[in-house]
């Protein structure tokens, strides 16, 4: 079991939440810059939708009041809309009211007070699904064995990133709106998609960069105590030992969140 030393940051979706740590992802680009400072947790479960995703939430989320060796949650991001977005026909199709309303119970399962779950000091983030390019999925698809039929339309996921603006607003938690910029990259032509996702479903790496930029921009406007230049590491600069010995060191508890405490004897 690993000591509670540094608080952690959750990253909670889909397929594209999973891969976050492929394609320099956000997974990956989260864990560089917040090396020595927070542990960032991938739970991303690949083919979910919310609906199946909300009870492995209340399964991972710690309850209150909280055990002294669970790390604090700094930041959740949440980002599903992918696979509830899918038609009638797949397993995985969730209505668009249902994924509102599974939204808000994530939201509200840390943001409420009267939740087994809440945690006043965990900042959440929603994420928009980006958009799909039905002719490169489609091709994707039909080229499976046996093919199978399009899933997916551009008009109904975008109805799905549009709901995630409105939960957020609702709840009072910030979005990334990840559409409108991947939309815009793309010069609003769905083939050209293509330059951001590799199977017209999936982020390459040009895509997870889009993410990555609106999600920081979003911690950074929303949240600036959590930007990583204002935050100390949990144990010292190797400088620290220029100024004090090895003892002084070993007789220091180091904490979350930087600054020190006195060792247990």
């Known amino acids: ?33 917040y090396s020595r400072k927070w542990d960032v947790l991938n739970r991303g479960l690949s083919g979910y939708n919310t609906e199946w995703a909300l009870p492995v939430l209340r399964q991972f989320l710690a309850k209150v009041p909280a055990q002294p060796l669970v ?33 808000r119970t994530m939201v509200r399962l840390v943001a409420s007070p009267t939740s087994s779950h809440y945690a006043p000091d965990t ?14 999925r489609g091709a994707n698809l039909a080229g499976r064995e046996p093919p ?4 997916r339309t551009f008009e109904r996921t975008r109805e799905f990133a549009e709901e995630v603006g409105r939960v957020g607003q609702s709840e009072g938690v910030p979005v990334v709106d990840v559409w409108t910029p991947m939309w815009e990259a793309a010069g609003k032509e769905e083939k050209a998609l293509e330059g951001y996702l590799y199977d017209g479903l999936h982020l390459n790496e040009a895509g997870y960069k889009i993410v990555w930029e609106a999600l ?15 935050m100390e590491y949990i144990f010292p600069h190797w400088s620290y030992f220029l100024d004090h010995s090895l003892d002084e060191f070993k007789a220091t508890q ?9 060792a247990d004897a």
């Open 71 to 103: 790390p604090q949650v700094r930041l959740l991001v949440i980002w599903f809309g992918a696979n509830d977005a899918v038609l009638p026909h797949s397993p995985q199709h969730v209505t668009i009211a249902r994924f509102g309303e599974n939204l």
């Open 1 to 33: 079991m690993a000591a509670n030393i540094q608080d952690t940051v959750i990253l909670f979706g889909d397929s594209l939440t999973e891969g976050s740590w492929t394609h320099n992802g956000i997974g990956a680009r989260l864990t560089n810059r």
């Open 123 to 136: 900042k959440i983030v929603l994420i928009t699904p980006p958009p799909v390019n039905t002719v490169q």
């Open 254 to 262: 180091w904490v979350c969140g930087g600054g020190a405490a006195a």
């Open 148 to 151: 199978l039929e399009l899933d």
């Open 216 to 230: 920081l921009a979003t911690i950074r406007k929303n949240f600036a105590e959590l930007d990583k230049d204002g």
